[in-house]
Structures are given as structure tokens and as C-alpha cells.
């Protein structure tokens, strides 16, 4: 099984070098010489030291550049000036370098399009929602497999992973992490809930007992106890609850993609939705962080989380407690979708090894315990409104003994499908696009259909 702990620790130290700062899992190597470098990596703006690491590198890049194609810099700029752990690998081990080719977010698919057919492509471009399938399928990115070894064990680890995102029997995504801001989590007030004379949502997930029957139940009753002003739940939420069903819109099974709107579990879901919903359970509209618990108006505030700094530092007296999406009543499974983190090596470039080292080095930062406490020492540092307890509950989310991942390829078919038609067959009801599921799912399943048949 995937340990996902792991992988997440070293997504978060990506996050926290000036590769994610603009944004929202051991390997035994020889190069041409059999030369064995050590390398010690440094986070020196918090004094927190990662012991030396050796390592054995197989490919001799000395004084080459890696043509990284982006909407931030990998590089420490003077807002970040401290070099990543990631950075500090590939530069002193490989003593290599990366080359920033900026661009915008508006802009980024344009100008890596028009990059390789001017036969100046960069190297590596970051994995979007959009690589897989359609950008892959347009020829923008090369298969990995050639720059892997999967029977590696920091590569073995994200295997079954990548193995979700094979095309025509080939790799092309080299799972690194999963991108920890953009997790969804469920966040409430302890000191709410026991004032409501609530049982504890963490303590009941503990149990087992955390389900869609007790999540509305809740929300119901703290709704019908107020005067009228109070809500069960604000945020973004309504996609990461549907995702509790245990199915998602479009299945893929390595070969097909399908066309899954017409699934039992997903009506379910989306019927509690409606019930949700047409109880006037839900606070509308953009509900900040820090705005969320102020007035102890609503139980539940979800968002990625990003969030949970300033909500918990909004209320320094209470517990701002995080909770997973509860389960489905007749299921013993906990769903969970994250994004995975991966850098895509771009068609056109002849520049192999250098990706092959840089794709080792964030994997050696996401697999080595010492990189993981260093991460967490310094995201606690940087973040003080989050505990260690809470940060290690963050963690569970990644772990595959606890939590299983729900990814929706409806994501990667196409910019109508990324743009317009997930966010609405997830969210319209919670959004007030549709009174009902069926009415949503009978008006779009053709639109799937039809997105999906370039892909037969």
C-alpha cells in the first residue's frame, strides 16, 4: 500500500520554496565514473539542518541546464531566497542548474504549444488537471519510463499511482506528491459543538460513525436550534462530499474512459446533496478563512487546506478541529480526492537526464524521513495557527490504510469538460444551477458522451 504520509511531506516542502509560493516516497545510483557525491541540503532561514545525504548519481549532467517552463521560478528570487531541498539536490549533487522561462497563467498552454512546434521546447512543464488525457493525447509530453526506474523504492512507492496514468501501455506521470493546498477538509469549532450538546465529528470518524445520516443530522439541528440566522456548512465542499460516494463522473480503466454519470453511488450522493440544500443548510457566497468562525454562526466551513491557517488563528482561544468528508452509510471507506504533483517532460526536449535527475531529487525529498520532519518543523514555523496534532491529521488524508483516492479523469477530456461541465455536474445544485441530479444528469450526459468519443 501506498504510504501517501509520505509523499504529501514532500509536496508540502515543494510548497514551501518559491515553486509554490505564487500559486493554491532510497536509491542506489552510479554515474559514468562510479563516483559517490554527498549532498547536504540546508533550510537556513529557520536553522533547520537535513543531514548529508549520499547519493550515487547514474547520470553525469555536470554544467548542463534544465528549461523549466512556468508561471514561478524554481530558482530563489527575493521574495524566496532560500533554494528549495529539491533545488539544493539536483545543484550540488548533479551540479546542474535550472534556466526560468516565465510566462503567465493565462498564457502557459499557448506558450508551451507554441514552443515545441518552434522547436524550442523546455524541458518540463508542471502536471495540470489537463495533462491527462487531452494534452497527452496532442502529443505534448514524452513517456517516462525510459528515465524511471519503478523497482527503485522511492519509485516502487508511487507506482500504482502512476500506473492510473498510463497511456497506449506507456508512463508519462511521475507521481511526486499531491498538492496539499489544494486537499479539501471539513473545519468546525470544538467549543461549538460541545456547546450544542453535539458528539464530537473527529471522535465519531475515530469510531466509524461519521456518515452523510449524522453529518445533515447535525447541521439540521444546529440549523433549527438557532433564529434564523445560522447555516450547517460555507465554502467549497460540494464536489469533495460527492466524491464520498466512492465513484466519480468519468472512469478510466487504463485502456477506456466511461461515461459513469448514470452511477447508483453518485445519485445517491447527490440526492443528500438536494436534501442539503433544499434545507437551507448552506451559507452562499465567498466566506474567507478568517471570517468563517467569527460569529459562530455555521457548524461547517470546507476548503482546501490552504485555509486552515487563518481560520484557526481567528479563533486562538478554541480548537479549530479538522474532520474528513463523512463516508456513505453503507460503506466502510473513506474517499478522499487530491491532485496529484508531477512534472511532465515535454516533447521535443532532448534533454533526458537532466529531468531524469531532477524528477529523482523531488522524489528523494518526498521519500527521506529527514526531508519529511524538516518539512514539517518549518511549515509549523511559517504557519503558526496549525498544531503538530493537526498537521498529522492533515497527513492521514495521504494515507491509502485510511483514506482511498477518488480522481475523476472528467477533469483531463477536454477545456469544455475542465472548464465548465465538472464544476457544474459537482456543484450545480449546491450552486443553484439545478433543483435536482437527474435534471443535471440527463441535460449533460450527452455532452459527455460526445467529449469522450475522441478517445474511442
Known sequence: MVNYKK?????????????????GSDSGETNANDVTTTSATEWTGDNIEVDALEETVDV????????????????PTNDSPERSPELALFEDTYGAKIEYIPTTSDQRFDALATSILGGTSPDIFVYEWRTFPYDISKNQYQ????????????????????????????????????????TQVLMYNKTTVENEGFDDPYQMYLDGKWDWDAFVNMMKTFVENGNGDRYGIGGWWANAFVYTAGDTMVTYDGTKFTNNLRSAKIEKAQLVLEDIFKSGLIKTGWIGPGDAFVDDSTLFYAMGTWAYNDAAKSRPEDVIQIVPFPKAPDSDTYYVSNKVFSYMWVQGSENGDCVKAWLDCNRIVNYEESYIQAA?????????GWTSEMYDLAMDFY???????????GYGISTLMSDTVMSILYEGIANEQFESWVAAR???FSIVDEELKVYE
Not at 509523499?7 to 509560493?21: H, R
Not at 519509485?155 to 498538492?179: Q, R
Open 60 to 75: 553525469d549532467i555536470s554544467g548542463k541546464t534544465l528549461k523549466w517552463l512556468g508561471i514561478y521560478d524554481l530558482n
Open 442 to 444: 440527463e441535460e449533460y
Open 143 to 182: 513517456p517516462i519510463d525510459s528515465l524511471v526506474d519503478w523497482e527503485d523504492p522511492k519509485w516502487a512507492e508511487v507506482k500504482d499511482v502512476a500506473d492510473k496514468f498510463t497511456w497506449k501501455g506507456e508512463h508519462y506521470i511521475a507521481p511526486l506528491g499531491y498538492s496539499f493546498n489544494d
Open 7 to 23: 509523499l504529501i511531506a514532500g509536496a508540502m516542502a515543494l510548497s514551501l520554496s518559491a515553486s509554490l509560493a505564487g500559486c
Open 399 to 409: 494515507d491509502s490504510d485510511k483514506f482511498t483516492q477518488a480522481y475523476d479523469y
Open 376 to 384: 514539517k518543523e518549518k511549515y509549523l514555523a511559517n504557519n503558526p
